[in-house]
């Protein structure tokens, strides 16, 4: 069921894999943002103009929320505004990345049409008011957004302003199910094609437990409250509906806009952030990948994050360049405590993404609103105006990004691969699980930030992927474990790979159903070993594993078939019992780790694991020192942002892109600060 | 209104009461758990029998959640695999304990009659999906119930393998309540039945409070969410409602039933964690008291509660023999936290229940489920099958209670009583009580567990329930107390009974209406003492009484009118006032603690109340060594657990029943584990 | 948009503003409380009225909850026992204070009109039972409130008993709003008064912002939940509509009564405790300003909170004396921890009241209920009856109070003023502001806290009140400044006041729409500075300003444009830039604090401020001594409260009229006592 996402033994995309379609016209690093002129008098917008010159923008998102000021009245359009705004960012030289409106109907269509509403669980109508709030599935939606989609591509599909198509926006979020009779009559719509008639649906989802058959059709309800829980595998279905769904609204207002322009189509995506997309199936279907990155404002240390989505994008991508779509330049207003960025952050979180393989740079927003829910975003143009520190800093980005303009087209290539799947998930945290503790994000962000502390360069593979050429592989958490994609990993170590698998991986198959015999099912035979029993621990309880390890959250009672252990459990439920293990099978090893290591400890076991998988940890820096490198085809690009509070010096020579000098040992790189050097 | 459970005066039930009627034709004590085959193809079947023959199983429950499997399309029936399996079962020498699967309506009944789903207070409609979620009120549902039950009772009532009837599955969750227009239908039913006439409903509501007056029955509604706090006399009849509405369901079953067998008819309880049924009205009901008892799996020394879940179930049973029909191997699935027992731990717990009178020990389940929302819930026959410790575990428990056949019928007899109330329960914790930290459920549990600690064995007994031959009789938070439950307490002290009253008791009627004067209005007299102010405690707050004890939550302003002070308050909002006092009144003794004591302060509280109630505390075993005993006819049996990792040894001679030895002076029990000497 | 209470320089009121018109009939300090006969047998009455007068009650509101008593069908009315009531008070000289019992309709009402349910957010419709849960914006409540209303003032408008009307109760509490279809009709007609037409309204609520364009009135509803955060105006019109609206009920039966009566009308507000009022819209439709305030039990010191709730009373009653309508002799029902009030805290709050300008003292309740929600909360008359501490204090209170007769009328000068706005209140709490630890009510709290602690009394004033005379403004979070409340400001400063102002304010006018430019756009001049940026802290995070100062929760990027520095942040992300400002403008000064400090911080500060302003702190007494003056025609009153548990003595000589002794030049307080001293 999982899409594979195809690449080559040294993780570079195959030769088929067509290259990304970058915004027409645009040449270099792009750079700009979203513009929301229709929150502006036109007299405003000269100024925009001239100010976004200043700063080096070569191309704006227009038009993402304007269905209502290009359709005030169903069937009567305005576009004249929009006219004279792409004549005038044209005649300027700025690109437009066009949007098809649809994430907010006007508010004439739902009263027109009172079923777009969505629903949730609970039987809650969400109102009109906010934004992307409509069903999918609703007939009336669907048709609406056709036509307005069609007169955009009809006048504007050979504008040439138009330089790139923004489908939609950030489809997935706020909502991203609705359970409304429309979408119900959708969901079986769509299990139909997946499970051809009712004996096999009643097979997959396991219906003889609590007595849940169907016997017709028409019984079957998108999965709304019930007593108690639900069938997990109704709930894993109606995730892959809710992701199928929305991505055929994307399809259909995409393939309008090819009827009627050559300009490339593309969404925003939130790669890990948005649970309820599987990108691995979305990314197949534009010509460009774009992706939303947002810090999580509160955290300390989230430019790795940052890190992990870029490399998660770049997955989605191929392995080819991207677009960063949306970025702040400054604190956002929708988290809880909207911390603001420090001097110099901006800059660093804009090349950390280009490090990883965007090829462009935007932010939301251009000019701060003065009104709405998003007043407090901060803005390329806050504000405060053009005396802040915030617009120099917006100005020195654009002016670093055009030194930075051969970089364009340059790839990243990892030595270790992360796998990653939406479906393990949705599957994992749904309900009933043996310990709320188990968290997906939680277990992938942990391994990650190990390996990104190692300086280790990473790769995101979809768990069917091929993974020859990868020195480690690591599988944090993959609870569905397909019996194909247990095979990639048995023949990955088979053939000498060495692979790092976390507790509750291999567990269910794609319906949510139990691998015959004991746990890990899928996963047994690559790991030499059955799991007996889990052992989750209580709230705050912590074991101890010999080495001087503490682990918590989870146990297991292992019994090894094959596998050797490396580390035991010294006390707690499964006390004298093996905790982390390793399993020569054919010419590879592989390893499992049935406790919650985090931090030093599972920095420990991973230094445990790096020579066996002949890859190596960078120490001579000091932490917080991001080093990544692009390779172009003539020249390689070594990004190094300094996160630090302290100048940092590494040894390097080649030409420092963003001051133009020469570098001929050592690089100095301030507090702060960054540098891209090429070699 | 509380039902009295008729007892003599050392315990033993009354000779009328009807003796329990365990299953037919399974001698010993009984030994299974669910059984769902429809979840395994037939082949299955075969290892299963003789898996359950291996394991020493004499009785599974089975169609629990097979309507749908049985009546796949309505009227159509499909009863050859239970044929099939009944003869398999019956021709392998197990017996059956049949379901009315009437706790999941099939798919096709909600299709048909949308009004089955339950509504909840804040008006939200309740799917299908899970289970247990259906409208007891709605007729569709009845109707339907009856005449699936009236099918089985006409196909296997005389089937020999049918050894008892298994009525549904756990009344009264997880959707205890329904606030639909048929429940608000049959409401109104039960309060004409209950109150006679709108006067006598407005008197016993007080709707002069809040201008709530009813003019016309049409009026009255389920306590939907309001803008505030509603009636609590309207919650509480309420709360009764939904219990008797229930108990309909299940007698129309039950009676269902006896019009085509003669095998004893049963349901499966939750005596201890089901707030929403009053199970002393239940148990009148059943021909034999049967219970499901979960541990909490986090709490630490959680046996404590697994005693007083089965001392409860014995009580409602009128002190007869019961059946444990439900608890786990090992881990459950729904908790946050699903902690594993550990090795020995279900062995211990397995006997604690029969000796506290099971003469049944059953799991859910038999053999794990490899797909639905409780495939993590453990089996007797684990994912990881018959190499397992846990199987180990299972087949060794059937050959212990095999060991223990001659137990059965064997009585339970106590020295100390503790009064328990579901209608106090409902009552105390409605809103807008003085302290949200008050709680049944836990000052119930604190006194329990300092009985327990002492080695005190304790029945429970109804609020007027006589009490004649009980040495001391404990009465935690009786909230709700009737004149005439305050009149069996009065003549059970004037009697030179002991009695231990804990705060916030005596306070209202059965209309939740205060007792006429100064607190606590139904227990004034026998306490010999007038609460003139309620005290509560901040949160966190503590009061320090002379001796050393400190207390939190609650304190009061007492004034004595006949007791005297035991112990005095130091500090806090009642310092120089009485805190614990005890009232001579006739032969006995009132004792009165005015604020929460737990742990040691309360148990030292306790050991001055034993002298004068003539009861002993057993201190020469160490802590978390469990002794209680059994009564037959013949032979005394002593059960000991030792719930600790240590060897214990304690004086004793008998037999000791699990291994066959003789012990002459010193019986020695292995860390973890059990011992039953017959004496 | 904001009212403006008129009064002179020194704080008094303009002659024109109408004096309060205090129950017609009583004498002296009003004492008395809410009397429920209909929840009592008759025969009670005649010991209710012994005991009334034992205790010096000359005033009961009556009749509060009597809908359904006294019209128990449609259009039948049982007025015998208001009749036979008023007259058996009238005939014991206990003047009445009779209620409209619109606020909680009778359950015919409800069944005959369904629609005048209330509709949640959520579209959870609320169903009656509890109190105060109706839909104020449908027809058939209002047409049954209005009839009820003329029934009662036809009757009793001149009944010699009724002294004052007590119309509904509670307004805007429990529920606050709406969102039914008959509440969207009346917000469409409230929009067009205030908006005029759709241009306005799209205008005003920043439309074009999320693509939220109305074209028809008919497509505005209000502000149901909707998938993420909704227009923020939006919100705002709807608070201002649901308080107007509700002000619209109100002012229907006032004028009903008064076309039978001339005894003033009155409804009781909550001042500082209900935020969905704005009170000084309402304060101008009253005959006397009414007020309930109930103590936060488990605060410490809240007798601090008392007496801002006292001060913000007598703002809206535009400095003139005020009823203090309802507040508790002990403990209430529906906080989570009802803490009891302790010996003398009654009497103290009650005096305090007084000493802040209240010529009344009632309570809920005179008689503690028996049945009902409230029946734990405490009463004039407790469950523990006339022997209890309580009752002995409710006697005391009434002899006390006409010991100070002669207070009545005289009135409160403070020389400090804070601006209180429920309209920022409203708008600073909406959602996506830039950090949820921002809290109205806090930051005013807090400032007040360091005032009262200061003993500097305190008037509240409306943004655009005239301020001459007052040394003194503090201004805290006033996020919502109109550009007419920033020119008052700025006039009062020119004009040589002392202004302090804390961070947050003057960010947006009254449509949520920011000012043009840096912030805080209304506030600039005046304050002489920009805000660059706002840097909010992260949960629990402080930042340190030189001078051993620390604050949390939010700092600034400032950039001074005319104002000094007097501390600066020494670390956090603002270190080194200004932290606390004072900008000198015309003949006065403004400060600005940019952080948030508490306690001895925010007070060192004031600290700073006082002497600039020519006030003066009165640190010669222990802290929790309250002394406060009223000013008579002929004579000055000291109320000295003793919040301490030791005794006090302070310089002063008069009359202490409680006691009735002369005091010549010491006056001595007992712990936790009181004192009046006429001087």
Redesign the interface.
């Known amino acids: 069921m999982t899409f594979v996402v195809p690449r080559q033994a040294d993780g570079r995309p195959l030769p088929d894999q067509p290259a990304p379609r970058l915004p027409v016209g645009v040449d270099g690093l792009v750079y700009g943002g979203d513009y ?1 002129p ?2 502006w008098p036109e007299e405003v917008w000269a100024e925009d103009v001239a100010l976004m010159r200043q700063a080096g923008v070569n191309l704006v998102s227009v038009a993402i ?5 290009l359709e ?2 169903p069937g009567e359009f305005d576009f004249g505004w929009l006219d004279r705004l792409l004549d005038l960012l044209h005649g300027a030289g700025i690109a437009v990345n066009l949007a098809t ?1 649809t994430v ?1 109907p ?3 269509l ?2 027109a049409h009172p079923a777009i509403r ?1 629903v949730t669980r ?12 409509f069903c999918p599935s609703a007939p009336a939606y669907r048709q609406a957004a056709a036509a307005i989609t069609r007169q955009l591509g009809a006048r504007y599909g050979d504008h040439p302003a138009v330089a790139l198509w923004h489908v939609h926006n950030e489809y997935g979020a ?2 991203g199910a609705c359970y409304c009779p429309e979408s119900a009559t959708a969901f079986r719509r769509w299990l139909r094609a997946r499970h051809g008639d009712l004996d096999a649906l009643n097979a997959a ?12 059709w ?2 079957v ?1 998108p ?12 709930e894993l279905d109606f995730a892959r509906f809710c992701s199928d769904e929305l991505l055929a609204c994307y399809t259909a207002e995409r393939d309008i806009l090819r009827e009627h322009s050559t300009v490339p189509v593309t969404t925003n995506f939130m790669t890990t952030n948005c649970k309820s997309i599987d990108y691995w199936r979305w990314a197949r279907e534009v010509d460009v990948v774009a992706n939303d990155h947002y810090l999580t404002a ?1 955290a300390r240390r989230n430019h790795i994050d940052l890190a992990m989505s870029a490399d998660l994008t770049r997955a989605v991508a191929g392995g080819q360049p991207w677009m960063l779509m949306e970025h702040s330049t ?2 956002v ?2 988290q ?5 960025k ?1 001097p110099g952050e901006m800059r660093r979180n804009s090349l950390a993404h280009v490090a990883r393989g965007a090829d462009a740079v935007m932010f939301f927003q251009w000019r ?9 975003h901060s803005a390329m143009l ?4 053009t ?4 617009w120099q800093e917006v100005v020195r980005l654009g002016r670093d990004l055009g030194a930075l303009h051969e970089v364009r087209g340059s790839l990243v290539r990892a030595d270790v691969a992360v796998l990653w799947d939406w479906e393990s998930w949705w599957a994992l945290e749904l ?7 188990l968290s997906y994000r939680e277990r992938v962000g942990a391994f990650y930030e190990q390996l990104w502390d190692a300086r280790l360069t990473v790769d995101f593979v979809a768990p069917e992927a091929d993974l020859t050429g990868y020195r480690l592989v690591v599988v944090p958490s993959l609870y569905l474990t397909s019996t194909a994609a247990a095979e990639v990993l048995h023949d990955y170590v088979a053939g000498g790979g060495t692979l790092v698998v976390s507790y509750f991986s291999g567990i269910v198959d794609a ?4 691998h ?4 890990p099912g899928a996963l047994r035979d690559v790991l030499g070993l ?10 705050g309880e912590e074991v101890s594993l010999d080495g001087g390890l503490r682990g918590d959250v989870w146990a297991e ?1 292992i ?1 090894p078939t094959g596998a050797e252990t490396v580390h035991s459990y010294v006390d707690g ?1 499964a006390a004298g019992g093996p905790a982390v293990t390793r399993h020569r099978l054919g010419d590879g090893v592989a390893w499992y780790v049935s406790t919650r290591l985090r931090g030093a400890a599972l920095d420990a076991v991973l230094r445990e694991v790096f020579p066996t998988a002949g890859v190596e940890a960078r120490d001579d820096l000091p932490r917080d020192v991001e080093v990544v490198r692009r390779r172009g085809a003539d020249a390689d690009y070594l990004f190094v942002l300094n996160h630090t509070d302290a100048e940092v010096r590494l040894a390097a020579s080649g030409t420092e892109l963003l001051t133009g000098r020469r570098c001929e040992s050592e690089l100095t790189v301030p507090a702060g600060g960054a540098a891209v050097l090429r070699s």
């Open positions: 929301n229709e929150q929320h304007a269905w209502a000021a005030p009245r409106p907010v006007p508010a004439w739902y009263r969505p609970d039987g809650v109508e969400l109102e009109r008011g906010s934004r992307a709030t706020p909502v989802w396991g219906t003889s437990f609590w007595g849940q058959r169907y016997g017709e028409a019984e309800e999965p709304r409250v019930s007593g108690t829980t639900g069938n997990p595998a109704h509160e400054g604190a207003n929708w809880p405590r909207n911390i603001a420090r701060a609103s003065r009104f709405g829910a998003e007043k407090f806050p504000h405060a105006g005396r802040s520190r915030l309900d009933w699980r043996p310990s709320v503790d319906n949510d159903t139990v015959p015999g004991a746990h059955e799991v007996e029993e889990f052992l989750p621990l209580r709230a009672h019994r439920p």
